[in-house]
């Protein structure tokens, strides 16, 4: 097998994956994020201690959770 380039070579005759656009990776980015919010309680308890309870506020807003955030290192919501 001939490889083409350096590091990252691709072997000859290899088809590439197409480059996600900006806007797509920006989309699943948002979602992967909105996902992880679902998945963690401890991060919708912040939201309602901060007075954020309506599920349509938090879509609209756009609002996720980053799951290695301070609540993965077991941070509540009193250390805010």
Same mark, same amino acid.
């Given at each position: 097998? *001939?490889?083409?380039?350096? +590091?990252? !070579?691709?072997?000859?005759? &290899?088809? /590439?994956?197409?480059?996600l656009? =900006? ?12 996902? *992880?919010l679902?998945?963690? +309680?401890? !991060?919708?308890?912040?939201? &309602?201690? /901060?007075?954020?309870h309506?599920? =349509? ?9 980053d ?9 509540? !919501?009193a250390?805010?």
């Open positions: 097998m *001939q490889l083409l380039g350096g +590091p990252a !070579a691709v072997p000859a005759g &290899a088809r /590439r994956q197409p480059a656009d =900006a806007a797509q990776l920006l989309q699943q980015t948002y979602q992967f994020y909105q996902q *992880q679902a998945r963690f +309680p401890e !991060a919708r308890a912040y939201l &309602a201690w /901060r007075g954020i309506e599920a =349509a506020l938090i879509a609209g807003m756009g609002i996720g959770h799951p290695n955030s301070l609540f993965a290192a077991g941070a509540g !919501a250390d805010f």
